[in-house]
C-alpha cells in the first residue's frame, strides 16, 4: 500500500515515515500543501495522511481541490484542531476521517484499516491468487501449477499493480510512478527489465498469464484461459 504523507512538522514526518515504512508501507512524504496536492494529483496512492494546518496551502483546500478533480483517495485529516465544528467542516469537505493530535501511532493504523475498508493490515498476511497462480507477499513467493519461485520486492510491487487491474491497460507512467514513486529520475528501461523478469517468472511457474505490451501505451496483464 502506498500512503502519501503531508505533514509539515519534520520530527513528526519523520517518525511516522519510519513506523509506516517499518508496517510494510510505502511512504511518499512532503511538507506544504502545495507539494501535497502535487503528489495528490498523480492519483498514484492507496490514501492520504493530511495535516490540516500546512504552509503555502492549509489541507482543507487541498481537499477541496481534489476532490473538485475527481480524485477520490480516501483521506484522513490530521490536526490539532478537534472542536466539533472543526471535525464536521473537515469531513463535509471530502475527508473519510479525522485524526487529533496528539495520537497513538496504534490509532492511525487501526484508522487507516477503517477508511480502506480492507481486511487487517496491521500484521499484513498478504495472499493474492489471480487465474492459476498466487503470490504470498509476506515471503515474497509466486506459485504457479508446475512449481513456486522468489520474487525481489520490486518484481513483487510491479505484480501487485497488475493484479489490481487484471485486463487492464496500465501505462508507462502509471506503472513508473505506482512502483517508483513520483521523486525518481529511474529510466523507462528498469520497467521493461522488470517486466521481463515477471514474464521469466510466469513462464518458469507454469502459469497461462501473459503481460501483454500495448505499443505506445504501455502493458496489460492478460488473465484469460486458454
Given at each position: 500500500?502506498?500512503i502519501?504523507?503531508a505533514?509539515?512538522?519534520?520530527?513528526l514526518?519523520?517518525t511516522?515515515?519510519e513506523q509506516?515504512?517499518e508496517?510494510?508501507?510505502?511512504?511518499?512524504s512532503?511538507?506544504?500543501?502545495e507539494?501535497?496536492?502535487y503528489?495528490a494529483?498523480?492519483?498514484i496512492?492507496?490514501?492520504?495522511?493530511?495535516?490540516?494546518m500546512?504552509?503555502?496551502?492549509?489541507?482543507?483546500?487541498?481537499?477541496?481541490?481534489?476532490r473538485?478533480?475527481q480524485?477520490?483517495?480516501?483521506i484522513?485529516?490530521i490536526?490539532a484542531?478537534?472542536?466539533?465544528?472543526?471535525?464536521v467542516?473537515?469531513?463535509?469537505l471530502?475527508a473519510?476521517?479525522?485524526l487529533?493530535?496528539?495520537?497513538?501511532f496504534?490509532?492511525?493504523?487501526?484508522?487507516?484499516?477503517?477508511?480502506?475498508?480492507?481486511?487487517p493490515?496491521l500484521?499484513?498476511v498478504?495472499?493474492?491468487?489471480?487465474m492459476d497462480?498466487?503470490?504470498?507477499e509476506?515471503?515474497n513467493?509466486?506459485?504457479?501449477?508446475?512449481?513456486?519461485?522468489s520474487?525481489?520486492k520490486?518484481e513483487?510491487?510491479l505484480?501487485?499493480?497488475?493484479f489490481?487491474n487484471?485486463?487492464q491497460?496500465?501505462?508507462?507512467?502509471?506503472l513508473?510512478?505506482?512502483?517508483w514513486?513520483p521523486?525518481?529520475?529511474?529510466?523507462?528501461?528498469?520497467?521493461?527489465n522488470?517486466?521481463?523478469?515477471l514474464r521469466r517468472?510466469?513462464?518458469?511457474?507454469?502459469s497461462?498469464?501473459?503481460?501483454?505490451?500495448?505499443?505506445?501505451?504501455?502493458y496489460?496483464?492478460r488473465c484469460e484461459?486458454?
Amino acid at each position: 500500500m502506498r500512503i502519501l504523507l503531508a505533514e509539515d512538522d519534520q520530527n513528526l514526518n519523520r517518525t511516522l515515515t519510519e513506523q509506516l515504512s517499518e508496517r510494510g508501507f510505502l511512504v511518499d512524504s512532503c511538507f506544504d500543501g502545495e507539494e501535497a496536492l502535487y503528489y495528490a494529483s498523480q492519483n498514484i496512492h492507496d490514501i492520504i495522511l493530511l495535516d490540516r494546518m500546512l504552509p503555502y496551502l492549509e489541507g482543507t483546500k487541498v481537499i477541496t481541490k481534489l476532490r473538485k478533480e475527481q480524485i477520490h483517495i480516501p483521506i484522513i485529516l490530521i490536526t490539532a484542531l478537534g472542536t466539533l465544528q472543526d471535525k464536521v467542516t473537515g469531513l463535509n469537505l471530502g475527508a473519510d476521517d479525522y485524526l487529533v493530535k496528539p495520537f497513538a501511532f496504534e490509532e492511525l493504523l487501526a484508522r487507516i484499516q477503517c477508511v480502506t475498508r480492507r481486511p487487517p493490515i496491521l500484521h499484513m498476511v498478504k495472499k493474492r491468487t489471480v487465474m492459476d497462480v498466487s503470490y504470498d507477499e509476506e515471503n515474497n513467493l509466486l506459485t504457479g501449477p508446475l512449481k513456486s519461485c522468489s520474487l525481489s520486492k520490486r518484481e513483487g510491487a510491479l505484480l501487485n499493480v497488475f493484479f489490481q487491474n487484471p485486463n487492464q491497460v496500465l501505462s508507462r507512467t502509471t506503472l513508473l510512478l505506482k512502483i517508483w514513486g513520483p521523486d525518481s529520475d529511474v529510466e523507462e528501461g528498469n520497467l521493461d527489465n522488470y517486466i521481463y523478469f515477471l514474464r521469466r517468472r510466469f513462464k518458469n511457474i507454469g502459469s497461462q498469464i501473459e503481460l501483454k505490451t500495448v505499443r505506445g501505451i504501455g502493458y496489460c496483464m492478460r488473465c484469460e484461459e486458454k
